[in-house]
């Protein structure tokens, strides 16, 4: 059965125009001993002062895929998801 869980992100640093999202999977103490399942770059929001941009991103799990979505909060614009790494 298909679950999703959406969550807000914003930026750490004035301008940012990128943010990366590091996902794993797994109810482990410590992260690394979680499952990594990959490194996602989330951009097409605008400059602004750091915190400002609010980016929901939504991680939908069905069966053994794992997709992320993300909207920018200001514009309600579908933004670019790039996987970086697995």
């Given amino acids: 059965?298909?679950?999703?869980?959406p969550q807000v992100f914003s930026t750490a640093e004035d301008n940012q125009t990128q943010i990366?999202?590091?996902?794993y999977r797994g109810n482990a103490k410590f992260v690394?001993?979680?499952?990594?399942l990959g490194r996602f770059e989330i951009t097409g929001f605008a400059e602004?002062?750091?915190?400002?941009?609010?980016?929901?991103?939504?991680f939908v799990?069905?069966?053994?895929?794992?997709?992320?979505?993300?909207?920018?909060?200001s514009s309600a614009?579908?933004?670019?998801?790039?996987r970086l790494e697995r």
Avoid: W, Y
């Fill in 20 to 23: 990366q999202v590091l996902l």
């Fill in 32 to 36: 690394s001993q979680a499952h990594f």
């Fill in 1 to 5: 059965m298909p679950c999703s869980i």
């Fill in 77 to 82: 614009k579908r933004l670019a998801i790039r």
């Fill in 48 to 58: 602004a002062p750091r915190g400002i941009p609010k980016v929901e991103v939504t």
């Fill in 61 to 73: 799990a069905s069966g053994k895929d794992i997709s992320l979505h993300a909207i920018d909060g």
